[in-house]
């Protein structure tokens, strides 16, 4: 996926309370270890005895191609940044050139507020007034809680308007297993499995086109397991997801000493892959997005999944990703 890349200028930095040094919260419980970016709420660090499970990032270099953050209101693209609802157009400003585009929300540069802080978990408020071509404010809540099982990120986002407001819901974390893709892929050490039933077709700009296609037997078919990355280039978005006993879909990724897993709860009814071919330098198919969403691409436009939020409604999603031990 084209992301916009570059992070914002460098902030001031100061001394805060509790566990936040700075712009960032850092918790820890267990073998597990996390930041969180006050700018934009992103993930910006997730390890497990030490190793890295998300591709990490830093201000001011990052986050670069959409590292960590989340996206709101809503995620993915909106086709040439244009789209209409209940009777009226707007127009967002296109931040994705290559596409024509505009790309993953409106929240990764705005500063969040901490409201509950502890060693293992932090949560951040953000009061979105709008903006012209989204004129529906929002309260945003998004906790990050570590345990023995891993990260568990909880947002929430409430209508505080007067009128409903099209909302659509997602988060970008690249998972890592430590050495680039590319390499165990060549080697045939890189393993993905998801539970994903079709595939959705796109044109040229990554806009969709028709309905959802089956994965079966072709070659976005990730069910089985141990399936081989292999020269597979993934940047496409999946639904019709199998869950488990507790509705959660997972993908997994898995090299020669561990593996990385990342599930999505009820409501979060589709995922963009993207194996990182589109990025250079030794950014290239170095990481696998996994992209929790609630709605696909161009949802403003089409409708398909798009959430519409009464006035004072809530809604509510879980997501989180964890390390397993390969036996």
Same mark, same amino acid.
């Given at each position: 996926?084209?992301?916009?890349?570059?992070?914002?200028?460098?902030?001031?930095?100061?001394?805060?309370?509790?566990?936040?040094?700075?712009? =960032?919260?850092?918790?820890?419980?267990?073998?597990?270890?996390?930041?969180?970016?006050?700018?934009?709420?992103?993930?910006?660090?997730?390890?497990?005895?030490?190793?890295?499970?998300?591709?990490?990032?830093?201000?001011?270099?990052?986050?670069?191609?959409?590292?960590?953050?989340?996206?709101?209101?809503? $995620?993915?693209?909106?086709?040439?940044?244009?789209?209409?609802?209940?009777?009226?157009?707007?127009?967002?400003?296109?931040?994705?050139?290559?596409?024509?585009?505009?790309?993953?929300? %409106?929240?990764?540069?705005?500063?969040?507020?901490?409201?509950?802080?502890?060693?293992?978990?932090?949560?951040?408020?953000?009061?979105?007034?709008?903006?012209?071509?989204?004129?529906?404010?929002?309260?945003?809540?998004? *906790?990050?809680?570590?345990?023995?099982?891993?990260?568990? =990120?909880?947002?929430?986002?409430?209508?505080?308007?007067?009128?409903?407001? $099209?909302?659509?819901?997602?988060?970008?974390?690249?998972?890592?297993?430590? *050495?680039?893709?590319?390499?165990?892929?060549?080697?045939?050490?890189?393993?993905?499995?998801?539970?994903?039933?079709?595939?959705? $077709?796109?044109?040229?700009?990554?806009?969709?086109?028709?309905?959802? =296609?089956?994965?079966?037997?072709?070659?976005?078919? %990730?069910?089985?397991?141990?399936?081989?990355?292999?020269?597979?280039?993934?940047?496409?978005?999946?639904?019709?997801?199998?869950?488990?006993?507790?509705?959660?879909?997972?993908?997994?990724?898995?090299?020669?000493?561990?593996?990385?897993?990342?599930?999505?709860?009820?409501?979060?009814?589709? @995922?963009?892959?993207?194996?990182?071919?589109?990025?250079?330098?030794?950014?290239?198919?170095?990481?696998?997005?996994?992209?929790?969403?609630? !709605? $696909?691409?161009?949802? %403003?436009?089409?409708?398909?999944? @798009?959430?519409?939020?009464?006035?004072?409604? !809530? =809604?509510?999603?879980?997501?989180?990703?964890?390390?397993?031990?390969?036996?």
């Amino acid at each position: 996926m084209i992301s916009r890349f570059g992070g914002l200028p460098d902030r001031e930095r100061h001394e805060g309370k509790g566990e936040q040094v700075g712009e =960032v919260f850092e918790l820890r419980a267990g073998e597990y270890g996390a930041r969180v970016d006050r700018v934009g709420a992103g993930l910006q660090a997730l390890t497990w005895r030490e190793r890295d499970l998300v591709w990490p990032y830093t201000r001011p270099e990052g986050p670069l191609a959409g590292q960590g953050q989340v996206l709101a209101p809503w $995620p993915n693209r909106v086709a040439s940044g244009r789209y209409a609802f209940q009777g009226t157009e707007y127009r967002l400003n296109v931040n994705d050139p290559a596409t024509g585009s505009a790309i993953h929300g %409106l929240v990764d540069g705005v500063e969040w507020s901490p409201v509950e802080e502890s060693e293992e978990a932090v949560t951040l408020r953000l009061d979105f007034p709008g903006t012209p071509g989204y004129p529906f404010p929002l309260e945003l809540t998004i *906790t990050y809680r570590l345990g023995d099982a891993g990260l568990t =990120v909880t947002a929430s986002a409430r209508n505080t308007g007067t009128s409903h407001a $099209p909302f659509g819901l997602g988060f970008h974390p690249y998972l890592t297993l430590g *050495t680039p893709l590319r390499d165990l892929a060549e080697r045939g050490e890189a393993h993905v499995e998801a539970g994903i039933g079709s595939y959705q $077709p796109t044109d040229s700009r990554m806009i969709p086109q028709g309905d959802p =296609v089956p994965v079966a037997g072709g070659v976005f078919d %990730l069910r089985a397991p141990g399936r081989a990355l292999g020269t597979t280039v993934l940047d496409t978005a999946f639904t019709d997801l199998d869950r488990d006993g507790e509705e959660r879909a997972w993908v997994r990724l898995s090299g020669p000493e561990h593996r990385v897993a990342l599930w999505s709860g009820p409501g979060f009814s589709w @995922l963009q892959l993207f194996s990182s071919d589109t990025l250079g330098g030794e950014l290239h198919r170095a990481n696998l997005a996994v992209e929790p969403m609630t !709605c $696909p691409p161009d949802a %403003l436009n089409s409708g398909r999944d @798009l959430i519409v939020l009464a006035p004072r409604e !809530c =809604v509510e999603r879980t997501f989180g990703i964890l390390a397993e031990q390969l036996t």
